[in-house]
């Protein structure tokens, strides 16, 4: 990790502590503010996002995010105790995991708290995740992966939002068999409102996110700048990930079954068990 000692790294060096026993933690409150996130309650619901994912890599959730109340100085020489996380190094990258992706500063956060071997773990655990848990691991994964393939659109002279929906529907189109966006929307039984992505299953979700990485590695390996080039690469990557599907005897994404709750659904009921273990309050002295 030496050569992540440069400037740009040292607002997470700064605020790094070290417990009596030698371990190293960060606050919560202090990565909020070098996170960007002026509220509490907004970046808390990241920190229980990442404490999803601690539970989903099977690894105990209050060793890498035990509860702590802090001491802040109010006005008028007022004292007021907060409710605070001592974060390990594994929690704090799995917050800027998942982080907005669009900042620049959670993507230092992201290569400052990269370690190879915790991905491993979350890698080698995901086989043993039930199919809910399945889902919200790599609808996560989508989320951040579909603003990197944004990003290479939009270098591909993608602009309008017409051009972005022909975008996309040519991605799917060419996974789900000549179907559109409204096409599979339609399939489903969904309103208006709600996503596509967020009724399929964890196969239909890996399919999709196969499709999304590769296409936008393609775009960008290839230097696309141009729109049409840009829609036929996304429907040759969604049409190749069809034929493994069929090779592999996986199912074809459109007979896939749709699931009866929605990933926000799921996601909220796995952070309450999460939020509802109860750990001992740690009081600092």
């Known amino acids: 990790m030496s050569k992540l000692k440069t400037t740009e790294y040292l607002p997470f060096d700064n605020i790094k502590e070290t417990d009596e026993e030698g371990n190293e933690f960060w606050s919560a409150r202090e990565l909020q503010v070098i996170l960007g996130y002026t509220k509490w309650e907004n970046f808390k619901k990241v920190v229980e996002k990442a404490m999803l994912a601690c539970k989903q890599a099977e690894n105990e959730v209050f060793e890498h995010f035990p509860d ?15 409710a605070d996380y001592k974060l390990s190094r594994y929690a704090c990258y799995l917050i800027v995991q998942n982080g907005d992706p669009r900042k620049k500063v959670i ?25 809910n848990n399945k889902r919200v691991v790599i609808r996560n994964q989508i989320t951040g992966s579909n603003q990197l393939l944004a990003k290479a659109a939009y270098r591909a002279n993608i602009k309008t939002n017409l051009q972005f929906a022909t975008f996309q529907n040519q991605g799917y189109r060419g996974l789900y068999g000549g179907l559109a966006v409204a096409d599979i929307h339609k399939r489903k039984g969904l309103n208006k409102k709600e996503k596509i992505l967020d009724y399929m299953g964890s196969v239909e979700l890996g399919a999709n996110l196969f499709r999304i990485t590769q296409t936008e590695a393609r775009l960008t390996n290839e230097g696309i700048s141009n729109p049409q080039d840009a829609n036929d690469i996304h429907y040759d990557v969604g049409s190749k990930v069809r034929n493994l599907m069929v090779t592999m005897q996986t199912g074809l994404p459109e007979d896939l079954t749709t699931p ?5 659904t799921v996601e909220k009921e796995e952070i309450t068990k999460v939020k509802n273990f109860k750990s001992p309050i740690m009081l600092d002295e």
């Open 68 to 82: 702590v109340k802090r001491t802040i100085e109010m006005p008028n020489s007022a004292i007021k105790n907060v």
């Open 107 to 131: 993507a230092l956060g992201q290569t400052y708290f990269a370690v190879q071997t915790r991905k491993s773990e979350v890698n080698a655990s995901f086989d043993r995740l039930d199919e």
């Open 260 to 264: 009866d709750k929605n990933i926000n």
